[in-house]
């Protein structure tokens, strides 16, 4: 290491570290802390599971203060992917609404549903969304993350669709593609006057052989107090319709769902007929101490079963609960006559279904935990992703990560913007064993252009979290990371 090198090093140990806000080592809850995403929906494929979610993004009043989410400016649609449920990747969010949207004719883009099917030979892949709730549309693909175009060119399901006319909200599309090919899309939610135990807004209608065409009539799904939220699932032949229960404050009948808790009924039939089961998810308040509304999607992965659910944990931890959620990760548990017993909602969230490997080259915005890190468009890099450090002393932290008998080297694809920066390799904490420093020096142009840049560790071996901790001089642009790769 140069004298310089030694120099900075000394006053970056001497500086504070950045401090988790929302979601601090080992938790799994919420799943970033970096961003908001709500009313989940997951679609797994190819050994990862995606996660597609409202993208909540604060909204501030003329002196900059946080107000209210009023939801009416969101016409985005977030990602996240893992093959590991701990350690997340941020692929950005899909512009869905608006006139630069993939749907111009749109202007919101809310609770999002995913599918995939084989289609002349071919994957492809769709992305359903609500306009606010007024109608459902759909954008097409070719990967899970896009890039997505409108096929239409109009919503899918609107207030024209026959069988829609006394759905008070059209939104929250779940979609459930059978082992034949045939497909089914559930929707609907709201109480018309009076009808408080028995909305009748629930739908689900069979979809084209396209994906992207509605069949028929949509059928009515007959849900005790129902308010929003479709879900479906199949397990063992047997069909899972769950929902959102509504807030109707008067007296409930027993074996009613309470309000706002996810509910869920079974069928033998894709279409119903429906019979009621039970109350399996309370609403967040019960769990977090802040409520709002619930929001969910089950999904099966790597052998075992999981709630993704919505929950204001980052907001509260920010100071702003007010309505601003962020997904959350939880087992489901069937017991031995296939039904669902109740899920315990916490900060813990689930283990790691299998160890990350740091011998393959890994996205700089995977993360399990974050702090002081902005993650964002990769400058000069079109359509790719880094993290970047928003001050001295922020860090990534991977849950994990197995060594084996151990690393001899690191390397990552970075850029220094003008300022010399180190990135700090360390062990099971923020502050944990130092195995190494990857240097990178001052570019003499203003912006750096994106470089490879290796360095020797030691004293990496077995399982450990890992931590990239960023460190520079204050006030002077820090690191960007595009990704990184251990060597044995």
């Not at 999002?112 to 289609?119: D, E, Q, R």
């Not at 079974?266 to 409520?291: C, K, M």
């Not at 142009?445 to 204050?474: I, M």
């Amino acid at each position: 290491m140069s004298q310089s090198e030694t120099k900075r090093a000394e006053r970056s140990a001497r500086r504070p570290l950045a401090q988790a806000v929302g979601k601090t080592p080992p938790n799994g809850n919420p799943l970033v802390a970096h961003r908001f995403g709500a009313d989940p929906y997951a679609l797994v494929h190819g050994g990862r599971v995606y996660l597609y979610m409202t993208n909540d993004v604060l909204e501030r009043d003329e002196q900059g203060n946080a107000k209210d989410n009023t939801y009416g400016r969101i016409d985005r649609i977030g990602i996240l992917s893992s093959d590991d449920l701990v350690n997340w990747t941020d692929h950005g969010e899909v512009h869905v609404a608006g006139k630069d949207g993939a749907a111009v004719w749109a202007t919101q883009s809310w609770a999002p549903a995913a599918a995939c099917k084989m289609i002349g030979g071919k994957e492809r892949f769709f992305l359903y969304f609500a306009n606010n709730a007024s109608g459902i549309g759909v954008l097409e693909g070719d990967s899970p993350t896009g890039p997505w175009t409108d096929p239409l060119g109009e919503a899918l399901i609107a207030r024209s669709t026959p069988g829609v006319e006394d759905v008070t909200w059209l939104f929250d599309p779940a979609v459930l593609v059978e082992e034949d090919g045939s497909a089914y899309i559930y929707f609907g939610g709201g109480i018309p006057e009076g009808r408080a135990q028995w909305p009748d807004t629930a739908r689900v209608m069979k979809l084209g052989d396209d994906m992207t065409s509605v069949v028929g009539t949509a059928q009515p799904i007959r849900a005790p107090y129902l308010f929003e939220d479709a879900g479906i699932n199949k397990r063992g032949g047997v069909y899972y319709f769950s929902y959102c229960s509504n807030f109707h404050p008067g007296e409930r009948e027993e074996g009613s769902p309470p309000a706002g808790e996810i509910a869920y009924m079974t069928s033998g039939s894709p279409t119903g007929p429906w019979t009621y089961e039970r109350s399996i998810l309370r609403n967040p308040s019960a769990f977090f101490g802040v409520g709002g509304n619930n929001h969910h999607a089950m999904f099966e992965f790597a052998g075992s079963w999981y709630m993704a659910y919505h929950a204001q944990t980052l907001s509260k931890a920010m100071g702003v609960p007010l309505g601003y959620r962020s997904t959350h990760l939880n087992r489901v548990e069937f017991d031995e006559n296939g039904a669902i017993r109740e899920i315990q909602a916490d900060l813990a969230g689930v283990p790691a279904v299998k160890a990350l490997n740091p011998y393959v080259r890994t996205s700089g915005v995977t993360s399990a935990w974050t702090a002081g890190v902005s993650i964002g468009p990769a400058p000069r890099l079109a359509g790719a992703r880094a993290a970047a450090a928003s001050e001295d002393g922020g860090w990534i932290g991977l849950a994990g990560a197995d060594f084996g008998a151990g690393a001899s080297a690191f390397a990552a694809t970075v850029r220094s913007d003008g300022a010399a920066g180190t990135i700090e390799l360390r062990l099971d904490q923020p502050d944990g064993a130092l195995i190494g420093r990857l240097e990178v020096p001052a570019e003499e142009e203003e912006e750096g252009e994106w470089s490879v840049r290796s360095t020797a560790v030691a004293g990496a071996d077995g399982v450990h979290d890992l931590y990239l901790v960023f460190r520079g001089e204050p006030d002077a642009p820090l690191l960007q990371l595009l990704d990184w790769q251990f060597s044995e």
